[in-house]
């Protein structure tokens, strides 16, 4: 399989799905037997103010009062300590202070010249309630990486595409110098050079070929076998939502989802995890777990998904007892994946130490 390049890969799926399927499915159960993951998590959106326009996304706004603020976020966290979550994961547009003045002027006011800078002090307030944060910033320099890797457990940047076609006129990313992939591959591999465990993942249905998802998946592939950093692939649909230029796009299609999961299995190293978001897709989990997803990434007990707050996420017992009927567990785990523990400081080992001692969460060595 490691011997099979792009066009080896399209040729499988496009002749012989049901073996592309069949040998995902054995990866899986290979290295995650029954067992699917997830994360206890309070997701906290830091602010809506983006310097992006990307014609899928809903989470954007100009409002300057999309901001949450120290005491606040202070609030959230006790939340979240009281519902035993243990991930704190953190969501914001990219640079909002790049666009807008009022992002800059409450940045001024908070003390900080970077929204960067101010999540990772939210951060430091996250590890002093003992919680484990997981931010997604978009884009971030190296020295960025650097002060990040001391305040969060893991961090997250989705490629979504390697493709730059897609930043050309009337395609998703022409109002998105964000994500130029050039820019979001050089942040995934300074996270690897810097040893922080990491989450990425492609966003299917957004225009790209069949080739092009290959080619994004095949460039985390080899990122992941480089630096050994990427602890799991999120295999992201397509959501159409209201008020967005994309709103009326056809949503990717049933087999466009589990064929991309399958290829993701088959293309990543084994010990990458394929996440899909339960929410995304309610009346597939075990489909998706079929073609070789073992994750479900953050679930909330106490939050909605931002980014797509129209599909709410499945009571925990729920998920627990849908898994159950078709013979998988469904198992807790924390932000950074057991394997990777060892790239963490003290402090944040300390944290993780805690939770395994006092909580069932998943702690097999893969
Ligand atoms: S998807 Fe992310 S980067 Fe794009 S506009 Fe929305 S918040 Fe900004």
Redesign the pocket.
């Known amino acids: 399989m490691n011997k099979m390049n792009s066009e080896d890969f399209l040729h499988l799926l496009n002749n012989d799905p049901t073996e592309l399927v069949r040998k995902a499915g054995i990866k899986r159960e290979r290295k995650h037997g029954k067992q699917i993951t997830f994360s206890r998590n309070i997701f906290v959106p830091v602010t809506h103010q ?1 310097r ?3 014609g899928y ?1 809903s ?2 706004s100009d409002d300057s009062n999309s901001w949450i603020f120290p005491d606040a976020f202070d609030q959230l966290l006790l939340i979240a300590k009281n519902n035993n979550c243990k991930e704190v994961l953190l969501t914001l ?2 640079k909002p202070e790049e666009k807008y003045q009022t992002a800059k002027d409450i940045l001024r006011k908070l003390e900080f010249q970077t929204t960067i800078e101010y999540v990772n002090y939210l951060c430091e307030q996250a590890l002093e309630f003992h919680l484990l944060p997981h931010s997604n910033l ?1 884009l971030v320099s190296y020295k960025e990486l650097q002060m990040l890797k001391q305040t969060n457990a893991s961090l997250g940047l989705m490629l979504e595409t390697s493709s730059i076609r897609l930043m050309n006129e009337g395609e998703a990313h022409h109002h ?1 110098p ?2 130029n992939p050039c820019l979001r591959i050089e942040t995934i591999e300074n996270a690897g050079k810097l040893n922080i465990p990491f989450t990425t993942g492609i966003l299917i249905g957004i225009g790209e070929t069949w080739m092009e998802r290959i080619e994004s998946i095949k460039v985390i592939a080899d990122l992941a076998k480089k630096y050994n950093h990427i602890q799991e692939v999120i295999i992201q649909n397509f959501n159409p939502q209201k008020s967005t230029p994309m709103a009326n796009y056809p949503p990717p299609k049933e087999e466009d989802i589990l064929f991309s999961i399958a290829l993701a299995k088959l293309i990543l190293p084994d010990e990458v995890s394929i996440q899909i978001p339960p929410n995304l897709n309610r009346d597939r989990v075990i489909a998706a777990i079929n073609h070789g997803a073992n994750d479900l990434g953050g679930i909330s007990p106490v939050s909605i998904d931002y980014i797509n707050p129209n599909l709410v996420w499945q009571e925990e017992l729920d998920l627990s007892e849908e898994l159950h009927q078709a013979g998988f567990s469904l198992v807790e785990r924390l932000p950074v994946y057991p394997q990777y523990e060892k790239y963490l400081n003290t402090r944040i080992r300390e944290i993780v130490e805690e939770f395994k001692a006092n909580e069932e969460v998943s702690t097999s060595k893969d």
Do not use: T
């Open positions: 983006c992006n326009r990307c996304c989470f954007v547009g990219e978009g998105s964000g994500k």
